[in-house]
RNA sequence: GGCCCCAUCGUCUAGCGGUUAGGACGCUGGCCUCUCACGCCGGAAACAGGAGUUCGACUCUCCUUGGGGCUACCA
């Protein structure tokens, strides 16, 4: 690992982070973390109209929720306008730009009669070689790139990519209004900034070439590429909102665990043989360009929602009942300032890990270890609830009373006991019971629910529920 | 339209000239069982098509087809 590594992560903050974004951010995380080297975040804001402050503080919050800590940055590159204006005016006065008078209107034309023609809708060059200059005339600068030729672009994923140079027009570096436009800051920015692997969406892949020349007429090197592939939904299209949640934080609110998502993410497009599951260090350890692969991967909600399980039921309970937490409060199961500690919320984790998928449900499942009052789901209720099970309840309620050490095994040697008196299937003492304590049929094993609510809350609910 | 990228089960993928084409999600049959789950055992399911190269192609080359991207005073 003797090549420096610095990369950065460079959204535009015009919505929200969503998936595709993330995975980005990741692979760069992981590339960088791999190789010891750096992460930078910075944000494209150079679209005045789009951009906003919402979007920056979602993205940021986003990035902290999956983990995916920067070590420079946030960079804005509102606050990097000067850097630009000067390498536009070195590359203006070195004869590599030129001012083009063209209206929008006109250009638009112009690229419509083209492609009437069959030809490519690219710039003329109009105001290539043109030496006046219209007084007060709006005017834009654009680069003026070699004409013939091709441009290799080294791709760490798909090798050599070649263009030709006749493909490409002279872009726009700086628009009537003086701002830069989008290919000449990310070159400026990551020559600027050091930035060594340019790690981007595939989408990127066409913009190459144009930023290659940007590279040579600035006499900045070029970095290193890696184009990764996009994510699209299960029509096959590029993923977006149509697609339903395709934001970071829609998944943290529906009860997504952070490393269930990175889990999910770094596994599109990414492997390590056979392996599925993996812990942030071992992401780490393994991530390389040389075991991603290019093609376009379709996003799989059930697959996320497996390893979404995974982690409920192996996260430490304590650690998921801060991820709990929020859940509890937002689902009006505890108030603010309930006073629970996260060792006290994590005792009922164990009985309930195995039977969510999300910590919404985790939450709902909850419900009746905090409550006070059992709310009954009245069909149970009639249908367990009878003067068949008194007896049985009655039974229970009195074995219980006299147990010394309230531990597993005697209630269950109790249940069973009560069972093989009265000649019963365990079910038709355990439902009954079940209904009594939590108000509904479907719950944790029946002695768990009874050692967490303790002896006497047990005996109180109960005897509350006896017909 | 032009240019560029991509192509193994429905989905994510392993494979890097010789394999009964493996794993995972999902689907499905069964077992376990106090409910719901978890778990365990089993099953169906793929090399897009066509030419080459080669003793031998999922693997290499080309074409076709299909999908995606770029082609903005968006990023």
């Known amino acids: 690992m003797s090549e420096s590594v610095k990369v950065r992560f460079a959204p535009s903050p015009t919505g929200f982070l969503h998936i595709g974004g993330v995975r980005t951010a990741l692979f760069n995380w992981l590339f960088a973390r791999h190789h010891g080297g750096q992460f930078v975040l910075r944000i494209e804001d150079t679209d005045h109209e789009r951009s906003t402050e919402e979007s920056i503080t979602e993205i940021l919050e986003s990035m902290r929720w999956l983990g995916l800590d920067w070590d420079e940055g946030p960079y804005r590159q509102t606050e990097r306008q000067e850097l630009y204006s000067t390498k536009v005016d070195q ?28 030809l490519k809708p690219k710039y003329d060059g109009t105001c290539r070689e043109r030496s006046d200059q219209p007084e007060g005339a709006p005017s834009v600068i654009r680069f003026k790139a070699p004409l013939e030729g091709s441009v290799v672009v080294e791709d760490m994923l798909r090798g050599k990519v070649v263009f030709d140079i006749a493909e490409l027009d002279d872009l726009i570096l ?3 209004d003086g701002s830069p436009t989008y290919n000449f800051v990310v070159v400026v920015d990551d020559a600027d900034m050091g930035i060594t692997h340019v790690v981007r969406g595939d989408d990127h892949l066409s913009n190459t070439p144009r930023q290659c020349l ?18 699209l939904g299960q029509d096959k299209a590029r993923l977006s909102k149509r697609h339903g949640a395709t934001s970071a934080l829609a998944y943290r609110d529906m009860g997504y665990l952070p490393a269930a998502m990175i889990n999910y993410l770094a596994r599109l497009g990414w492997s390590h043989g056979d392996q599925e599951i993996f812990s942030r260090e071992e992401m780490v350890k393994h991530f390389s360009f040389d075991s991603v692969h290019t093609s376009a991967a379709v996003f799989d909600p059930d ?12 996260t430490p309970p304590e650690e998921l009942a801060r991820h709990l937490e ?60 009878t003067v068949e099970a008194k007896p049985l309840l009655e039974k229970v309620i009195a074995g219980l009373s006299e147990l010394e050490n309230f531990s597993a095994e005697e209630i269950e040697a109790l249940f069973q006991k009560v069972v093989e008196e009265e000649g019963v299937k365990l079910g038709k003492l355990a439902q009954p019971v079940r209904v009594a304590l939590t108000g509904t049929t479907v719950s944790p094993g029946i002695y768990d ?11 109180n609910r109960l005897k509350k529920a006896l017909p």
């Open 326 to 385: 929020p859940f509890l409060i937002s689902s009006g199961i505890l108030q603010e300032g309930h006073g629970l500690d996260d060792a006290e919320i994590a005792r009922v984790i164990p009985s309930l890990n195995q039977r969510a998928k999300t910590l919404i449900e985790m939450a709902e499942k909850s419900a009746f270890y905090f409550k006070k009052e059992v709310e009954f789901d009245e069909k149970a209720k009639a249908k367990f609830l």
């Open 174 to 176: 700086q628009r009537t």
């Open 303 to 314: 697959k996320l929602s497996w390893l979404n399980e995974h982690y409920i039921k192996t």
């Open 214 to 231: 940007l590279y040579d007429a600035l006499n900045f090197p070029r970095p290193r590429f890696a184009h990764i592939s996009m994510i």
């Open 91 to 118: 590359l203006f006065k070195e004869g590599k730009a030129y001012r083009c008078y063209c209206t929008p209107e006109e250009l638009d034309q112009k690229r419509n009669e083209a492609q009437k023609k069959g």
């Open 449 to 459: 629910v009874i050692l967490l609510l303790g002896k006497e809350e047990t005996l």
